[in-house]
């Protein structure tokens, strides 16, 4: 169905067609939110649960078209209904596993804890289901070329989706040092204009702005509307996981703030439409180093608080002035939600004990996980809550972190040992 979609300002309410392919307010410069007639479609909630069913248990036949099987466009009417199914570039993307924590949740009094292992996607983070969303809006627009600024996995998804249309260019802006070496050889190897520049996270997205000013460049940093409309499926693939149950509580890794609110605008249609039937609460979890949202959470919101952010080995949320904070702070109140944040030792445990118990996930996931057990110690969660935690992406895109975590002398470190070639020398380190 066409022209269900428009973008509204999220301050001063101004709206603007969505193929205007804006990313700010053209009034006031703020935030803008893609807004859709749901409702159009005359269906009631259990006849979208139905749909939704049907197609993902679909057999993944030679003739499917890649989409048919992604976790993302499988809820395409919620998506982005105005793109035509002939738009679509998918890779697919979504459609990740939800594990049980098992013994992993035990250990932290978490009897029903799950981890929405966004890892698995083709880039090996969330971030894919956003970029499917933004390249295939790009493309309908007619942009040739697409930018962002990123810690490292946005510049990932964002060069393998460009990857896929050929002719169009992406640009990765990069703080220079400061993301993994595996992330920044996922641009390169996809062919992006990668660009490494003497500063931070914030000062690259500043930069990523002025660029996409001046030039016909699409701007797909999370501050895009439509890129984020792709990361509302991770809330609502979790609730089909579950099979139609909604989690106590979704908790989310914060660093720009996109995810979170994402994860919390998807809801709030699947209330509105009756999909679901009660709202989770959320939690959003900052590493101490780079706190802000998490600074201004305990002032109540009523200072949007900006840092210097601090080195992390949460690289990837090393972020001072999240971009999505009015968004963020929208679903936090909402949702009954609550934003916490956890020291360096914290999220460095949680990433080796999650790895430990053979989940492959990142030390920003860790944040949340550790976020997750501190709210728990603190009786915020209780021992019986169904918790879904996100795990926003795969452990070996930080595999020099988790070297240097087992070589070093952290609580749970499981060291290499060099020995002589020989058997006696092997009987003797197994004691
Ligand atoms: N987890 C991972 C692995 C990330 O890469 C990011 C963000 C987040 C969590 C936080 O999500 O920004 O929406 O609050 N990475 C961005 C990037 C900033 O450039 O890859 P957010």
């Not at 070639?421 to 004691?431: H, Q, R, V």
Request: charged share 20%; aromatic share 6%.
């Amino acid at each position: 169905m066409k022209g269900l979609s428009s973008l509204k300002c999220v301050a001063c309410g101004a709206s603007f067609p969505l193929a205007e392919a804006r990313t700010a307010c053209l009034a006031c410069g703020s935030l803008l939110d893609v807004v859709s007639d749901l409702h159009a479609f005359g269906r009631t909630g259990s006849a979208w649960q139905d749909l939704f069913d049907r197609r993902r248990a679909a057999p993944h036949s030679e003739a499917s078209r890649p989409f048919e099987t992604s976790g993302v466009w499988r809820f395409r009417e919620h998506v982005l209904p105005d793109l035509p199914e002939s738009g679509i570039v998918s890779k697919p993307e979504g459609a990740t596993r939800l594990y049980a924590g098992g013994a992993l949740g035990e250990e932290l009094s978490l009897a029903r804890l799950f981890l929405k292992h966004e890892g698995e996607n083709p880039t090996l983070s969330f971030k894919d289901r956003g970029m499917t969303v933004g390249v295939s809006w790009a493309r309908a627009c007619g942009f040739q070329t697409v930018a962002c600024a990123s810690t490292g996995d946005t510049s990932a998804a964002l060069a393998a989706y460009a990857a896929a249309v050929p002719g169009m260019r992406a640009v990765v802006l990069l703080p220079q040092g400061k993301i993994t070496d595996e992330q920044l050889s996922q641009a390169l190897a996809c062919g992006a204009t990668t660009l490494g520049l003497d500063t931070d996270f914030d000062g690259c997205m500043r930069l990523v702005a002025e660029l996409t000013a001046a030039r016909p460049v699409f701007l797909l940093n999370s501050k895009n509307a439509v890129r984020i409309e792709g990361q509302k499926t991770i809330g609502w693939e979790a609730v089909q996981d579950l099979g139609w149950r909604v989690p106590d509580w979704i908790v989310v890794p914060v660093g720009n703030a996109g995810n979170l609110s994402a994860i919390g605008k998807g809801l709030r249609e699947w209330l509105d439409l009756g999909v679901i039937g009660k709202k989770p609460r959320l939690a959003g979890i900052q590493a101490s180093a780079a706190d802000p949202f998490y600074q201004s959470y305990r002032k109540g919101f009523s200072e949007r608080v900006t840092r210097v952010a601090d080195e992390t080995a949460a690289s990837a949320i090393r972020i001072g002035a999240p971009v999505s904070h009015p968004k963020a702070e929208r679903e936090i109140r909402f949702f009954d939600g609550v934003v916490e944040s956890v020291t360096e030792t914290e999220l460095l445990d949680a990433f080796a004990l999650a790895n430990r118990h053979g989940f492959a996930i990142c030390p920003n996931s860790a944040v949340a996980l550790a976020g997750a057990a501190k709210l728990r110690q603190a009786g915020a969660i209780k021992k019986d809550d169904l918790v879904v935690v996100v795990a926003t992406a795969h452990a070996l895109k930080f595999s020099g972190t988790m070297s240097r975590y087992h070589r070093g002398g952290g609580r749970l470190a499981n060291p290499p040992r060099l020995l002589p070639a020989t058997l006696d020398a092997i009987l003797a380190a197994l004691g």
